[in-house]
């Protein structure tokens, strides 16, 4: 059913809810994960795959902890560190590599907040074309 699966992670404890569920369900369906977080910072930004710094050694090696925990639960995954604007980031991934499920936490903020705020969960939701999969952090 779900033999990709691309997990956004936004390096908080907000991951924390995504990353337990798609190991349960990655688990059971022996998908494969795609882990992606996209760095923000000015130098994110400016210098793309090209930046350094605190927040991109920091964001590296988060994702290689998670990858590492998934895969001693036997999942495959692979992690992969994006620069720039998380929302056009995210749907690029999806449009060059075609999964098969995109799986997010969200912070749970109320629904006029997010219309007014806007979230990154809801952007990608309504820019890509195979199922989103949003589960609210605790």
Do not use: C, N
Not at 15 to 31: C, M, N, Q, T, V
Not at 37 to 64: F, N, R, W
């Amino acid at each position: 059913m779900y033999q990709t699966i691309l997990v956004t992670l936004d390096t908080t404890a907000t991951d924390r809810a995504i990353i337990d569920h798609i190991k349960s369900l990655a688990g059971e369906l022996r998908s494969r994960v795609v882990l992606l977080h996209v760095a923000t910072s000015v130098p994110a930004k400016i210098h793309g795959q090209d930046a350094a710094g605190k927040e991109v050694a920091e964001s590296q090696a988060y994702l290689d902890r998670v990858r590492a925990e998934l895969a001693a639960a036997g999942i495959s995954t692979t992690a992969e560190l994006a620069y720039g604007e998380p929302v056009r980031q995210i749907v690029q991934w999806v449009k060059a590599h075609h999964p098969d499920l995109v799986a997010m936490s969200t912070h749970g903020h109320q629904f006029v907040a997010d219309l007014v705020l806007g979230t990154t969960a809801i952007h990608v939701q309504h820019a890509v074309s195979v199922p989103v999969l949003l589960l609210r952090a605790k």
